[in-house]
C-alpha cells in the first residue's frame, strides 16, 4: 500500500506501508527517498539511501 501525505504548503510525502502497518520506504514530491532502517525492537530507527549503502537519517529514542 502506498500512504500520502499532501499538505497545504511544501513537499508531498509518499511512504510503502507493508500490510501490519510498518512504514517500508519514504519518498518526497522534491526527490527525496529514503528506506526504512529498524533497531532490534523493530522501531524506525533511521533512512539508508536508495542504493542502501549511505545512512542518510538516523533516529534516537530516549
Same mark, same amino acid.
Not at 510498518?22 to 514530491?29: G, M, N, P, W
Not at 533511521?46 to 549503502?53: D, E, F, M
Given at each position: 500500500?502506498?500512504?500520502?501525505i =499532501? $499538505?497545504?504548503? @511544501?513537499?508531498?510525502? /509518499? /511512504? +510503502? #506501508?507493508? $500490510?501490519? @502497518?510498518?512504514?517500508?520506504a #519514504?519518498?518526497t *514530491? *522534491?526527490?527525496?527517498f @529514503?528506506? =526504512?532502517?529498524?533497531?532490534?525492537?523493530?522501531n /524506525?530507527?533511521g533512512?539508508? =539511501?536508495? @542504493?542502501?549503502? #549511505? +545512512? /542518510?537519517?538516523?533516529?534516537?529514542?530516549?
Amino acid at each position: 500500500m502506498i500512504a500520502r501525505i =499532501t $499538505p497545504s504548503t @511544501g513537499a508531498a510525502t /509518499s /511512504s +510503502i #506501508v507493508d $500490510p501490519t @502497518g510498518a512504514r517500508l520506504a #519514504v519518498s518526497t *514530491s *522534491s526527490g527525496g527517498f @529514503g528506506w =526504512t532502517l529498524a533497531d532490534l525492537a523493530g522501531n /524506525s530507527a533511521g533512512y539508508a =539511501t536508495l @542504493g542502501g549503502a #549511505v +545512512i /542518510s537519517d538516523a533516529l534516537r529514542y530516549g
